[in-house]
């Protein structure tokens, strides 16, 4: 049995083996859904996605490395070529029953034919032992606007990041950095023990299926650990994430033969992060999902915290006032990011939000 056969028959074994408990979250718009399960006894998280279709499309071959020795310009637009299969959305179709239709508008619903390698109906992720911090992030939440000053930062997110680095939770970015775990699945690695601060790895995320480019979600990792999130970078940082972000721009699309460019790469830092260790999200341009994960008060393009760079003080984001989306469920808003957002609203003038009573309940 290959490597390959064997982490697949792991994974299926966990699958077969959790045990529905509720659900923590059903979006419509993301096809997502998020399950709370138990594998033997421990507490499971599963969440299952719907894959992007595919479909009969042109694809961008890489440009000709020859165009010097040819009349043609640097400017010359690339070669196109077509690309189609069994299980594009047209060619799959199996079945059809039609839902209704008016005029000149149909709708209908399909089944498609499915290929595990081709053409797989979802992808799978599985947290396990998953902790209740894991529990609170993948459920349903209300959420909240807070401007997080610097004094906020100082007194309240900063002591708990502290906690989270001491009781060792970036374990597994360490077995990443440095013990080859998920080798297989990295898609550049630099570093060496003369250049430790200039290097870092590149990998998927696991939001991604690794297949559809226009999809393209990877990760890149950086070595230096003195750096838990964008507010720890000074203005002496920023030759160092310039390097970084031309790094990324020219090594991606080689990686996947100029299919994606360097112009169509969103790249950007959350603040909040999932994880208090430097690392930079790289997604193309075309994909317009993922949640809130690129939105306004989550995401904050690396271009523009270069440029920040040049006009904040010598302690760089430390003294910058950052405003995000904060949930309910996160640690950080029950230890004092909720008083300090009713705080603001007061200081504002923001009147109070009304009791409501819904009458329709009572019948009325």
């Not at 297989?184 to 630099?190: H, I, L, P, Q």
């Amino acid at each position: 049995m290959s490597e390959q056969e064997v982490k697949n028959q792991e994974f299926k074994n966990l699958v077969n083996r959790f045990k529905f408990v509720r659900v923590l979250d059903s979006n419509p718009q993301t096809k997502v859904l998020s399950l709370l399960g138990k594998i033997d006894d421990k507490d499971a998280i599963l969440t299952a996605e719907k894959t992007h279709f595919l479909f009969d499309e042109t694809k961008r071959s890489q440009y000709n490395l020859n165009f010097n020795d040819s009349n043609e310009d640097d400017n010359n637009p690339p070669i196109f070529y077509h690309c189609e299969n069994e299980y594009s959305c047209v060619n799959g179709i199996e079945e059809v029953t039609e839902i209704a239709s008016n005029d000149i508008y149909h709708w209908g619903l399909v089944l498609l034919k499915q290929d595990i390698e081709q053409s797989p109906t979802a992808r799978l992720n599985i947290i396990w032992p998953a902790s209740t911090v894991h529990v609170k992030r993948y459920e349903k939440q209300s959420y909240h606007l807070i401007r997080e000053t610097p004094e906020i930062y100082k007194n309240i997110v900063r002591p708990y990041i502290d906690e989270s680095i001491a009781k060792g939770k970036l374990s597994w970015v360490n077995e990443i950095l440095y013990e080859d775990v998920e080798a297989d699945r990295v898609v550049y690695k630099d570093f060496s023990e003369d250049s430790k601060r200039d290097g870092f790895v590149i990998l998927p995320n696991t939001k991604w299926d690794g297949v559809n480019l226009d999809s393209l979600y990877l990760v890149a990792i950086v070595y230096r650990n003195d750096l838990t999130s964008v507010r720890d970078l000074k203005p002496s940082d920023r030759d160092w994430l310039i390097n970084i972000n031309n790094k990324i721009r020219s090594i991606v699309p080689a990686c996947y033969n100029y299919g994606v460019h360097a112009d169509e790469l969103r790249i950007f830092v959350h603040y909040q992060p999932s994880y208090y260790y430097f690392h930079i999200h790289i997604v193309n341009i075309k994909h317009a999902g993922l949640e809130d994960n690129m939105a306004a008060g989550k995401a904050i393009l690396l271009d523009e915290i270069i440029d920040n760079l040049n006009f904040l003080g010598p302690n760089g984001y430390q003294d910058k006032t950052l405003t995000y989306v904060i949930g309910e469920n996160t640690d950080l808003w029950k230890r004092g990011l909720k008083d300090e957002v009713e705080k603001q609203l007061e200081s504002d003038g923001i009147p109070k939000t009304p009791a409501i009573i819904n009458t329709f309940d009572e019948g009325h």
